[in-house]
């Protein structure tokens, strides 16, 4: 394992001298995933596997592969420690799934007279939990498949949505494929969407720097998910749909709890509660317009946060400020930065108007 993740380092070190390229938007180098004779100088590349492993990988699992360069660098998304994760760019960091409680609800802090949490809700419920021995993480314990669909909890890693050998598309996501050697086939496209380098080498997600989510990604979600979009045939709340004119209104108008109609379109968009629109960009800072749509990442973030359920913000509590406050789990923060700020829903919904401040 040692002697992988020096090699990788080298490898990565090689990279970075020649302006970061490896995926190159295509298939990268075999030797940087795959070994032929699991050899080199007469030792084992991948020394968990004296007897190679099923894909010839450089570690056999291919989660571990992809880790050995972007854990704590070139996107850092499993960082080492929870409370203090690295910078954000769209998706949330793996890193979370290590907390052992992010229940920031009434009584998600109580403790039982052994000391062991009451209500704990761990954080493999915040997040898309990853096969990754190397990090120390596995399967799902509670769920054994995608709620919604059928794609096994068992199989999931980075290769289940990104395609490791590399393609066009918005961060090399499938599009209507098979996809891990044919375990399972997607049937919607991949999403449309701008993240570019000054994103995903700059200093992190920001107002004025973010994912410009344009389309698709609700019924890209929807491959493993099955129709937990479709408010046609379920009460449930919509996403892929136009968010229509008095939402759009509320949500440019929307300036935090203190100020809800403090806002203008032309600066409305909050990073925090993104919507998908064709003319967004990764540097757009104007609110929707009727025809934009609510989708899964409006609430979702991809791969984990430090709240239940992967979402932005903590749908647990009343006030954000008091995330993290029972479990001791890492803040999100408020992008408003106001002790009266309440649940992000409102940025759309309004509905703090005549709550009581606090
Ligand atoms: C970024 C890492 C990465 C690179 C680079 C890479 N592979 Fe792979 N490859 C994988 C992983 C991971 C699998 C295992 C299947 C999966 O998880 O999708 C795989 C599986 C395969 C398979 C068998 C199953 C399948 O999906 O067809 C073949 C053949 C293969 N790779 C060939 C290649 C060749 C040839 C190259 C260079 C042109 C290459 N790979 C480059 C990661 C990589
Ligand atoms: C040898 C190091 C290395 C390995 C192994 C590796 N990557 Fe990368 N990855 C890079 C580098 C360097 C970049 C940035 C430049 C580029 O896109 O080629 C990158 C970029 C990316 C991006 C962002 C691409 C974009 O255009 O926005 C994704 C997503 C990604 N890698 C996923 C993966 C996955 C999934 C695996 C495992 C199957 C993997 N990587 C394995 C080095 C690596
Ligand atoms: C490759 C299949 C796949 C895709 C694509 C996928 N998911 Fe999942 N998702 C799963 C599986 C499997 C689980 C159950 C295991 C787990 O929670 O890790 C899951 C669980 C979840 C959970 C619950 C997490 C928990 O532990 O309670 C949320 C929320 C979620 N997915 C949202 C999304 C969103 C949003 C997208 C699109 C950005 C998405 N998923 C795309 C497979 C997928
Ligand atoms: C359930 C699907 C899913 C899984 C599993 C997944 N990713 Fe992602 N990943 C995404 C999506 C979607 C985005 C774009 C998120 C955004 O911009 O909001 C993304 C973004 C990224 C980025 C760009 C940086 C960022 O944080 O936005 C990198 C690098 C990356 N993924 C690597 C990985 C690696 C490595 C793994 C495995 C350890 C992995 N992903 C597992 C769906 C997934
Ligand atoms: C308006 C915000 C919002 C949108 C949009 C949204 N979700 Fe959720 N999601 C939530 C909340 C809140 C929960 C917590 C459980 C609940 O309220 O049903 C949740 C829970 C989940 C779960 C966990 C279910 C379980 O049984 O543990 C999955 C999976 C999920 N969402 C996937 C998706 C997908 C896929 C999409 C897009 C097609 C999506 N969500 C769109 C807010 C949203
Ligand atoms: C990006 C904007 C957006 C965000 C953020 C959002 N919603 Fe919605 N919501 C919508 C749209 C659009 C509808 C459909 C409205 C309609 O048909 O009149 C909707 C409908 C609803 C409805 C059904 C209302 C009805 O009249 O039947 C409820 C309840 C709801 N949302 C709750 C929530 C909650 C709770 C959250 C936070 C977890 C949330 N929403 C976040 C846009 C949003």
């Given at each position: 394992m040692r002697k992988v993740l020096l090699l990788a380092m080298v490898l990565c070190f090689v990279l970075a001298g020649t302006s970061f390229a490896f995926h190159d938007a295509g298939v990268a180098d075999c030797a940087g995933c795959h070994t032929m004779h699991n050899s080199q100088d007469g030792t084992l590349v991948d020394p968990d596997s004296p007897d190679g492993n099923p894909w010839l990988l450089v570690d056999a699992n291919p989660s571990d592969v992809c880790l050995s360069c972007h854990a704590s660098r070139l996107g850092e998304v499993f960082g080492t420690d929870p409370l203090a994760p690295p910078r954000l760019i769209g998706a949330g960091n793996f890193a979370f799934l290590l907390e052992d409680n992010i229940n920031d609800g009434h009584g998600g802090g109580d403790t039982l007279a052994d000391g062991s949490w009451e209500n704990a809700i761990p954080g493999a419920q915040g997040g898309h939990s990853i096969i990754a021995p190397s990090m120390g993480v596995g399967a799902d314990p509670v769920l054994t498949a995608a709620p919604g669909g059928t794609f096994p909890a068992s199989q999931l890693g980075c290769s289940s949505c990104h395609d490791p050998h590399g393609n066009t598309n918005f961060r090399m996501l499938y599009g209507a494929t098979s996809v891990q050697d044919g375990l399972y086939t997607f049937t919607n496209a991949a999403p449309t969407a701008e993240g570019g380098p000054s994103l995903f080498f700059g200093g992190g997600e920001s107002q004025t720097l973010h994912t410009g989510y344009q389309g698709g990604m609700s019924a890209w979600c929807g491959n493993c998910h099955g129709d937990f979009h479709n408010n046609n045939t379920k009460l449930i709340h919509p996403s892929g749909s136009t968010i229509g004119g008095s939402i759009a209104t509320n949500y440019n108008l929307y300036n935090g709890t203190d100020a809800i109609t403090g806002g203008v379109a032309a600066s409305a968009y909050l990073a925090e509660v993104p919507f998908e629109d064709a003319a967004n960009t990764a540097t757009s800072t104007a609110g929707p317009t009727a025809a934009s749509q609510v989708m899964c990442l409006t609430c979702h973030r991809a791969h984990a946060t430090?709240?239940?359920?992967?979402?932005r913000w903590d749908f647990g509590v009343t006030l954000l400020h008091e995330d993290g406050d029972e479990s001791g789990s890492y803040e999100i923060p408020d992008p408003y930065s106001s002790i009266n700020q309440r649940s992000l829903c409102n940025k759309c919904h309004v509905k703090d108007v005549n709550d009581h401040l606090e």
């Open positions: 430090s709240a239940p359920d992967m979402g």
